[in-house]
Nanobody, 125 residues
Framework: VQLQASGGGLMQTGGSLRLSCATS????????MGWFRQGPSNEREFVASIGWNGVGQDYADSVKGRFTISRDTAKNTIYLQMNNLKPEDTAVYYC???????????????????WGQGTEVTVSS
């Protein structure tokens, strides 16, 4: 199983980016998935998750109302639409696949088994 995250880049405050995470080796239609991020001096923190059936989206309070997680099962890909970006959103963003099938998404890193390599997002003020 491989996850390939992409779409990061440099953006000014208030701008938008869309991250993608393409999965191979397993169908995402039966698995919850999540996005996490890690800043220069922070632990890897939860950003957003989506349940195995594509519903039950959950967000960190810091991104609620600005970020949207979605998925396209035909492309076996999840997305993170990030709007109204802030400097504090600067981080490496990681996508992750649940360790078990047919579950709701989780805020805990421990519930995810497969991880992408990360894509870097930098937001300038």
């Amino acid at each position: 199983v491989q996850l390939q995250a992409s779409g990061g880049g440099l953006m000014q405050t208030g701008g938008s980016l869309r991250l993608s995470c393409a999965t191979s080796g397993r169908s995402i239609s039966s698995y919850a998935m999540g996005w996490f991020r890690q800043g220069p001096s922070n632990e890897r923190e939860f950003v957003a998750s989506i349940g195995w059936n594509g519903v039950g989206q959950d967000y960190a309070d810091s991104v609620k109302g600005r970020f949207t997680i979605s998925r396209d099962t035909a492309k076996n890909t999840i997305y993170l639409q990030m709007n109204n970006l802030k400097p504090e959103d600067t981080a490496v963003y990681y996508c992750a696949l649940d360790r078990m099938d047919h579950r709701s998404g989780s805020k805990s890193r421990l519930e995810y088994y497969y991880w992408g390599q990360g894509t870097e997002v930098t937001v300038s003020s």
